[in-house]
């Protein structure tokens, strides 16, 4: 479809002519796949739905081509004013052993902080069960054994998480997100679903049973900005909770000044009081985290994704690289 869009110049004009002025350009094509996808959920009888589900395999270009035109008032309402919004519920798997290693030690409940959480759903961690595998053997497994979330991720080389990983308990989650997700709205919580690729096993899956999750329960999301907003939150937060501040493939999209004023501002909270930073990130976005080896990180088949851990405690601070993953945490190899 997308090479077929790059071949008809009626619907290249079409979103050259409807996206946000100066947009970034990149930005644009997976936007109108959004946008697209999201008419598509909205028309769940329609022959194209059934292509997207799996369910036909027809040539998907001409009832595609029929939507742009049928659509066409509700697909350049996002390619104006949306933003492309995923919340990969998966990358629990990743931050489950992270948030255990980050509160070892530590008997005070946790009041999780989540940068850039988009719907907030890897808030509610705890909440899922997460299994663990090896050789295609779950050799761990963390969560309520009842929860309609299941999460899977393969352990990769020698070394594992140090299970069994107990979840501490979480006293309160928030997020700080420029334009947080309401799940229990049901166009925005369509719109997370529309901002996944079609024909990815699981994904679709997992990401409805935690809005539905969500939805019973959901976390306290905050608009704002995470250079100015989020210290103030943070150092805000009671005393007998332990503050830790989570971001998974969220800084990438903070540009590397305000990246660096984030971790100077924990930096002097933490001069002051016991904290965590969690990052699930590209390591060119948290300088702070010791480099993995580049036979690693080369050994990779996605982009490299390392999981960080920066404690402060009693005023001291301490860098770790904890683990490398897949973008979605759909594999782990911990680091030792």
Same mark, same amino acid.
Request: aromatic letters at 6%; a negative charge.
């Given at each position: 479809?997308?090479?077929?869009?790059?071949?008809?110049?009626?619907?290249?004009?079409?979103?050259?002519?409807?996206?946000?002025?100066?947009?970034?350009?990149?930005?644009?094509?997976?936007?109108?796949?959004?946008?697209?996808?999201?008419? @598509?959920?909205?028309?769940?009888?329609?022959?194209? !739905?059934?292509?997207?589900?799996?369910?036909?395999?027809?040539?998907?270009?001409?009832?595609?081509? /029929?939507?742009?035109?049928?659509?066409?008032?509700?697909?350049?309402?996002?390619?104006?004013?949306?933003? @492309?919004?995923?919340?990969?519920?998966?990358?629990?798997?990743?931050?489950?052993?992270?948030?255990?290693?980050?509160?070892?030690?530590?008997?005070?409940?946790?009041?999780?902080?989540?940068?850039?959480?988009?719907?907030?759903?890897?808030?509610?961690?705890?909440?899922?069960?997460?299994?663990?595998?090896?050789?295609?053997?779950?050799?761990?497994?963390?969560?309520?054994?009842?929860?309609?979330?299941?999460?899977?991720?393969?352990?990769?080389?020698?070394?594992?998480?140090?299970?069994?990983?107990?979840?501490?308990?979480?006293?309160?989650?928030?997020?700080?997100?420029?334009?947080?997700?309401?799940?229990?709205? +049901?166009?925005?919580?369509? =719109?997370?679903?529309?901002?996944? =690729?079609?024909?990815? +096993?699981?994904?679709?899956?997992?990401? !409805?049973?935690?809005?539905?999750?969500?939805?019973?329960?959901?976390?306290?999301?905050?608009?704002?900005?995470?250079?100015?907003?989020?210290?103030?939150?943070?150092?805000?937060?009671?005393?007998?909770?332990?503050?830790?501040?989570?971001?998974?493939?969220?800084?990438?999209?903070?540009?590397?000044?305000?990246?660096?004023?984030?971790?100077?501002?924990?930096?002097?909270?933490?001069?002051?009081?016991?904290?965590?930073?969690?990052?699930?990130?590209?390591?060119?976005?948290?300088?702070?985290?010791?480099?993995?080896?580049?036979?690693?990180?080369?050994?990779?088949?996605?982009?490299?994704?390392?999981?960080?851990?920066?404690? =402060?405690?009693?005023? /001291?601070?301490?860098?770790?690289?904890?683990?490398?993953?897949?973008?979605?945490?759909?594999?782990?190899?911990?680091?030792?």
């Amino acid at each position: 479809m997308a090479r077929a869009v790059a071949d008809d110049p009626v619907v290249l004009a079409f979103v050259a002519d409807h996206v946000a002025p100066g947009a970034r350009r990149g930005r644009n094509p997976v936007l109108f796949l959004a946008a697209t996808h999201d008419a @598509v959920l909205a028309r769940p009888d329609s022959a194209l !739905a059934a292509i997207y589900r799996g369910e036909s395999d027809a040539d998907p270009w001409p009832a595609f081509r /029929a939507l742009v035109d049928e659509a066409a008032d509700e697909i350049a309402a996002h390619l104006a004013t949306g933003a @492309v919004q995923t919340n990969e519920v998966g990358r629990s798997a990743a931050l489950v052993p992270a948030l255990a290693a980050a509160a070892d030690g530590d008997d005070r409940p946790v009041a999780l902080v989540e940068i850039g959480p988009s719907g907030g759903l890897n808030l509610l961690l705890d909440r899922y069960r997460v299994e663990y595998l090896r050789d295609g053997e779950v050799v761990a497994a963390v969560g309520p054994t009842d929860s309609p979330v299941r999460l899977r991720s393969v352990l990769e080389g020698p070394d594992s998480p140090p299970f069994p990983v107990v979840v501490p308990p979480i006293a309160s989650r928030t997020g700080i997100d420029p334009a947080p997700i309401d799940v229990t709205d +049901p166009l925005r919580a369509r =719109w997370l679903r529309a901002c996944l =690729w079609p024909g990815v +096993p699981d994904r679709p899956e997992a990401l !409805a049973a935690a809005l539905g999750v969500a939805a019973v329960d959901p976390p306290a999301l905050v608009r704002g900005d995470a250079v100015t907003d989020l210290a103030p939150l943070v150092a805000g937060l009671p005393a007998d909770v332990l503050p830790v501040v989570v971001a998974t493939w969220a800084l990438a999209y903070v540009p590397a000044d305000g990246r660096a004023a984030i971790a100077a501002a924990l930096d002097g909270i933490g001069a002051a009081r016991d904290l965590a930073l969690v990052t699930y990130e590209d390591p060119r976005m948290t300088p702070w985290v010791p480099p993995v080896a580049p036979d690693v990180l080369a050994a990779a088949d996605a982009t490299p994704t390392v999981l960080g851990l920066r404690r =402060w405690r009693s005023g /001291a601070v301490t860098d770790r690289a904890m683990a490398l993953g897949h973008p979605h945490a759909r594999w782990l190899r911990w680091l030792g």
